[in-house]
C-alpha cells in the first residue's frame, strides 16, 4: 500500500471513519496542541486525526495525529495491524538456507522483488515543486505551531531532514526538530548520537564551510515515518520506506541545493548549514513529558521553500504519554525486534511502554538456558545501536506477557531479590535524560526478573510453583456458567 501524497492518506482515514475535519478557526499557538491533547488522551472513539482546515492568518490546513493509534499507525506503513510488519521483516531475514532448487527459486524471486522495489529513484518532475520560491520566502507563512507555553518559539515537528556524508556521500534521513528563528533560519536539534550530527562533525574534520541540508514535510506516511527510525548508518531511510510501501520512493533534486527530496512531499525547505556556527536553541517540550533544556545547536540558512499548490501541512505534538510518538515508536519496537532476535536469538519479545517513554524502560522476555542468560542479554541489548541509551531494561520468562505491565510488575516484584538480581553499570544516556549524572553519561539498571534454578549462581531458596487452577475445573466451569446466575462468561 502506497500513498501518493498526504491527500491521499486523508481520503484514506476520512473513509475509515478515522479523520476529522476541523472547520472552526483555530491558532497555530498552542490552541492546536491543546485540542489534540485531548483528542489523543480521549476516548478510543474520539481519537481520530485531525484536520485543521482554517488556521488563523494562514492558507494552509493543519494535519496531525495522523499516526495516533495501532490501526492508523499499520496502515501508514501499508498493513492492516503492525504485527504484520514485524513477520515481514523476519522473513527477509530468515538465513536458512533453501535445500530443493524449488525453495531456490522462491528465495531467489523474493529477493529479486524486493531488491527492485526498495531502491529510491530519481525523477525529473514533483508535485513538491508546483511553486518554487528562491526569493521573498518567509518560514512564517507555514502554520508552524508552537507547542507549549514554555517553548522558545515555533517549531517544526515531523520533518524528514535529509543531509549527506561529506566524506561518503552517504544519505541520511533524521527527524530532528526545527526551531523557527525569523523568515530564513531555524534551529537544527540533532542529537549527539544521531546520523546529521555525524555528518557535522566529519565536515568539521575536513574543515568544509558548509553543509546542504534539505527538510521534507509530507509525502506518503512511510516515508515520513522511516525518518524517525534508527537505522545503521549505511541503511538509506528511503530504501526501508520503499520495502514497507512495496514501491520505490521517487526523488527529485532540489532547485538550490545538492539533495533529492521525496518528489509527493508537501512542503520542503532547501538550505544549509555552517558546522562551526552554532546558536541557543530551546527550550521545548518534549515527549518526556518535561521541557528539554536550551543548549547550543547548529543552524540552517534557508535558502528555497517549494511546495504543493494546495499543500498540506503536517505536524505532531509531544509531551506526556500517551501521544501520536508512542505509536510511533511502538512501530519501531515491532520493526526492529527480528533484527535484535538475528544477534539475540533468545529474544522472544519486547515491550518499550508509553510510560518510559522509548529509552528509560524496555521489558525483554528471553528463553532462559543457562546461568547468567539475562545479564548477557542486557548487556547485548546495551551494545545494539540507539539501544545503547536503554536506562532500565528487565528481563522476564518466556511465558511472561510484556505488554501486560500488570503481569510484569507482579513477576518481578516476586522473582528479583535486590543483592542478587540487579545489574547497575555506567554508559550513554538519552540527550533529553534530565536525572543523568550528567549531560549524555549516567547509570543504567538491569533486572534479572526470571524464575531462579539450581543453575543459577548465588544464594536461593527452593523455588515455589505459581498457583494455577487444573484445566479439568477450568473447562467445568466454563460448562457449568450458565447455571450460576452470574451473568456473561467471566474468564480468568
Avoid at 513529558?289 to 509531544?318: C, E, W
Wanted: with cysteine; aromatic share 8%; proline share 7%.
Amino acid at each position: 500500500m502506497a500513498f501518493n501524497g498526504l491527500g491521499e492518506f486523508v481520503q484514506f482515514l476520512e473513509k475509515r471513519g478515522q479523520l476529522k475535519r476541523v472547520k472552526t478557526p483555530v491558532s497555530n499557538i498552542l490552541e492546536i496542541t491543546e485540542i489534540t491533547d485531548r483528542v489523543s488522551k480521549g476516548p478510543e472513539a474520539q481519537n481520530v486525526a485531525l484536520l485543521f482546515e482554517k488556521v488563523e492568518g494562514h492558507a494552509m490546513p493543519v494535519l496531525i495525529n495522523m499516526f495516533g493509534n495501532r490501526p492508523r499507525m499499520g496502515w501508514a506503513l501499508g498493513v492492516e495491524d503492525l504485527e504484520e510488519i514485524r513477520h515481514k521483516v523476519a522473513r527477509m531475514l530468515a538465513l536458512d538456507m533453501p535445500r530443493t532448487w524449488q525453495e531456490k527459486a522462491a528465495k531467489g524471486v523474493e529477493l529479486l522483488s524486493v531488491a527492485r522495489v526498495v531502491g529510491p529513484r530519481i525523477v525529473e518532475k514533483g508535485a513538491c515543486q508546483e511553486v518554487v520560491e528562491t526569493t521573498g520566502f518567509s518560514l512564517r507563512r507555514l502554520p508552524i505551531l508552537q507547542c507549549w507555553p514554555g517553548d522558545a518559539g515555533q517549531y517544526i515537528t515531523l520533518p524528514s531532514v535529509i543531509s549527506r556524508d561529506p566524506k561518503t556521500g552517504r544519505r541520511n534521513v533524521g527527524m530532528y526538530r526545527l526551531q523557527v528563528y525569523d523568515d530564513t533560519t531555524l534551529g537544527m536539534h540533532w542529537q549527539r548520537h544521531k546520523g546529521g550530527t555525524e555528518h557535522q562533525r566529519v565536515a568539521q574534520e575536513l574543515a568544509r564551510e558548509r553543509i546542504p541540508v534539505a527538510v521534507s514535510l509530507g509525502g506518503d506516511p512511510a516515508i515520513i515515518w522511516s525518518g524517525s527510525a534508527p537505522l545503521p548508518p549505511d541503511i538509506d531511510e528511503f530504501m526501508l520506506a520503499g520495502f514497507l510501501r512495496n514501491k520505490p520512493v521517487e526523488l527529485v533534486r532540489c532547485v538550490t541545493q545538492p539533495l533529492e527530496v521525496p518528489a509527493d512531499a508537501e512542503i520542503v525547505i532547501e538550505g544549509w548549514l555552517d558546522p562551526a556556527e552554532q546558536r541557543l536553541e530551546g527550550p521545548f517540550g518534549d515527549h518526556t513529558g518535561f521541557y528539554s533544556l536550551a543548549d547550543q545547536y547548529p543552524v540552517m540558512h534557508v535558502t528555497a521553500i517549494t511546495r504543493r499548490k494546495n499543500a498540506i501541512y503536517p505536524t505532531t505534538i509531544v509531551g506526556k504519554p500517551p501521544m501520536e510518538d508512542y505509536w510511533m515508536g511502538k512501530a519501531t519496537e515491532r520493526l526492529f525486534l527480528p533484527m535484535m532476535k538475528l544477534f539475540l536469538g533468545e529474544i522472544v519479545d519486547i515491550n518499550m511502554p508509553a510510560e518510559g517513554v522509548f529509552h528509560n524502560l524496555v521489558i525483554v522476555a528471553i528463553k532462559k538456558r543457562f546461568p547468567g542468560h539475562p545479564r548477557k542479554v542486557m548487556y547485548g541489548l546495551w551494545g545494539l545501536g540507539l539501544m545503547m541509551l536503554a536506562k532500565t531494561i528487565i528481563v522476564v520468562d518466556e511465558d511472561v506477557n510484556v505488554h501486560d505491565l500488570s503481569s510484569v510488575a507482579f513477576h518481578t516484584l516476586a522473582n528479583y531479590d535486590p543483592r542478587r538480581d540487579v545489574v547497575i553499570v555506567d554508559g550513554p544516556t538519552d540527550d533529553l535524560d534530565h536525572a543523568a549524572l550528567e549531560k549524555n553519561f549516567g547509570g543504567k539498571l538491569g533486572i534479572d526478573a526470571t524464575r531462579k534454578t539450581a543453575r543459577d549462581p548465588g544464594p536461593h531458596q527452593e523455588w515455589p510453583d505459581e498457583i494455577t487452577m487444573s484445566a479439568e475445573i477450568r473447562a467445568l466451569v466454563d460448562k457449568k456458567w450458565g447455571q450460576y446466575g452470574l451473568g456473561p462468561m467471566i474468564k480468568d
